[in-house]
C-alpha cells in the first residue's frame, strides 16, 4: 500500500529565509502525481504546487519549488524568502488512484 | 474561483444523535470527498463520490454513510455519534481525472459529547 511520510511535525523558519520541508512516500507504481498542499490556521486548504512523476524537471511556483528525486521516493517543498504569511500546515500528498497524504508539517515563521 | 461551502465550522453533539455534514460545490465539480483531519494523522479518506447516487468507501467509512443526490451536493451522515468521532471534517471536490487538483471547504470541527 502507498504511503506518505513527513518526518518534521515541526518547523520554523526566520523571516525572508529560506526552508525545506521534507516528504518521502512509498510505491510501486511509475505514474502518478505528488502534491504539497497548505492549511493556514482557521483557513482553507489550497494547493501549493504540483508534480507529475514522468516530468525530471521540478516544478517551481514562484518562491515555491520542489526537489523531486523519484528513485529516492522524495519530494521536498522549499520556500524562499519566507513570509509571514507563510506560517501553516504543510500536508505532502501522492495521487493515483486515490489521494494519500502525509501527516503534515506545522511551519512557523519568526519576524 | 472554485467555492466549496460547509454548512457550519462548528458543531456540538451528543453521543447517539444522528449528524449531518453538508457540502456545496459550485464548479460542476464530478468528484466529491470527505476527509476526517487529525493531529499526526493528516487526512483520512471517509467516503468519496465520482457521480450522482455513486459512492466509494475510503480508507475509514466505519461509521459514516453519505449521500449524493445532486451533482453540487455531498453529505456526511454519522448514524449514531460517538464521541471517537470528535475531529475536524474537511469536504473536496475536483474534476474527473487523476490529474486534476482538490479543492477543499473550510471544515466542520465536530465536538460529540
Known amino acids: 500500500a502507498q504511503t506518505v511520510t513527513q518526518s518534521q511535525p515541526e518547523m520554523s523558519v526566520q523571516e525572508a529565509e529560506t526552508v525545506t520541508l521534507s516528504c518521502t512516500y512509498d510505491t510501486s507504481e511509475s505514474d502518478y502525481y505528488l502534491f504539497w498542499y497548505k492549511q493556514p490556521p482557521s483557513r482553507q486548504m489550497i494547493l501549493v504546487i504540483r508534480q507529475e512523476a514522468y516530468k525530471q524537471q521540478n516544478a517551481t511556483e514562484n518562491r515555491f519549488s520542489v526537489n523531486f528525486q523519484k528513485a529516492a521516493k522524495s519530494f521536498s517543498l522549499k520556500i524562499s524568502d519566507s513570509q509571514l504569511g507563510d506560517a501553516a500546515m504543510y500536508f505532502c500528498?501522492?495521487?493515483?488512484?486515490?489521494?494519500?497524504f502525509g501527516p503534515g508539517t506545522s511551519l512557523s515563521v519568526i519576524p | 474561483d472554485v467555492k466549496v461551502t460547509q454548512s457550519s465550522r462548528y458543531l456540538v453533539k451528543r453521543t447517539g444523535e444522528k449528524v449531518f455534514l453538508e457540502c456545496v460545490q459550485d464548479m460542476d465539480h464530478e468528484n466529491m470527498f470527505w476527509y476526517r483531519q487529525d493531529p499526526g494523522l493528516g487526512l483520512r479518506l471517509i467516503y468519496f463520490?465520482?457521480?450522482?447516487?455513486?459512492?466509494e468507501k475510503g480508507d475509514i467509512p466505519e461509521g459514516y454513510s453519505v449521500s449524493r443526490e445532486k451533482k453540487e451536493r455531498f453529505s456526511l451522515i454519522l448514524e449514531s455519534a460517538s464521541t471517537n468521532q470528535t475531529s475536524m471534517y474537511l469536504c473536496?471536490?475536483?474534476?474527473?481525472?487523476?490529474?486534476?487538483?482538490?479543492?477543499f471547504g473550510p471544515g466542520t470541527r465536530l465536538t460529540v459529547l
Open positions: 500528498a501522492y495521487k493515483r488512484d486515490k489521494v494519500i
Open positions: 463520490s465520482y457521480d450522482v447516487k455513486m459512492k
Open positions: 473536496a471536490s475536483s474534476l474527473a481525472g487523476m490529474t486534476d487538483t482538490q479543492y
